[in-house]
């Protein structure tokens, strides 16, 4: 049995949240190091900040929205 089939299997063990909490793990393993190791953003949400992603959300249901495949045409890149 390899390193990956005892991972599979362990894997299919996991509840959802814990598969979830593994594989947010298992992400960051494929960072660099500077990433992987950098403190988390702790500073408090201003109301600035707050705003502005609630009118991203409502822009994001109205479908108010750029593609990227659009921003790269106008931008000619």
């Known amino acids: 049995m390899t390193v ?10 996991l509840d959802e949240a814990t598969a979830r909490e593994a594989l947010t793990y298992i992400q960051t ?5 500077f990433l992987r190791d950098a403190p ?4 408090p ?10 009118e991203a959300e409502a822009d994001l ?6 593609s ?7 931008f000619g890149e």
């Open 4 to 13: 990956k089939d005892d991972l599979h299997h362990l894997v299919d063990e």
């Open 29 to 33: 393993l494929g960072l660099p190091a």
């Open 40 to 43: 988390i953003d702790d500073e």
């Open 45 to 54: 949400e201003t109301e600035e900040e707050r705003a502005a992603v609630a």
């Open 61 to 66: 249901a109205a479908g108010r929205v750029v």
């Open 68 to 74: 990227h495949e659009e921003i790269r045409r106008e």
